[in-house]
């Protein structure tokens, strides 16, 4: 019996089932986010959007070696051509060094986040310090409900103390 999927085609799909399912708060959103179950969650540590993004991310491996298999890997992985308008896939503008980090360029990935970018004009750490965040309806909350929830409790406990 011959099987025709192959290891790269599964390391795609489970790449992108893993993330669906992290940004989905399906793996215990709040805790993942964090790692502090018991503590109030600090904005400063958070990205904008209240995800920490994992130490394995293939986007930010790809940033940093500069691999554009990688980064053609990411653009696919991330719909950057659906989701953002990215027309055709450049290595030069395929990037992301995490949406905080200073003294990096932004690739086009963080220009095109409204989160982000909303974050930024309200002078926020990140959205959980916004009385708005429940009836916010960036691209981000629209694509994950289940995250947007989990964001939401992480933000009734950072309101609680």
Do not use: H
């Not at 019996?1 to 893993?18: E, T």
């Amino acid at each position: 019996m011959k099987n025709n999927f192959n290891r790269r085609s599964f390391i795609r799909s489970g790449s992108v089932a893993a993330c669906a399912l992290l940004m989905s708060g399906k793996l215990q959103a709040f805790r993942g986010f964090t790692g502090m179950e018991d503590d109030r969650p600090d904005p400063k540590k958070l990205n904008y959007c209240g995800y920490t993004c994992p130490k394995e991310c293939k986007f930010l491996e790809a940033s940093v070696k500069n691999d554009p298999a990688l980064k053609k890997e990411a653009y696919e992985i991330w719909e950057m051509k659906k989701r953002f308008g990215v027309a055709e896939f450049d290595p030069d503008q395929i990037f992301c060094f995490g949406c905080k980090t200073t003294g990096k360029p932004v690739g086009i990935r963080l220009l095109k986040c409204d989160v982000r970018q909303c974050a930024i004009n309200k002078k926020l750490d990140a959205c959980i310090e916004c009385p708005e965040l429940a009836s916010c309806e960036k691209d981000l909350w629209k694509k994950f409900p289940d995250f947007k929830k989990a964001v939401i409790e992480m933000q009734k406990k950072y309101w609680e103390t």
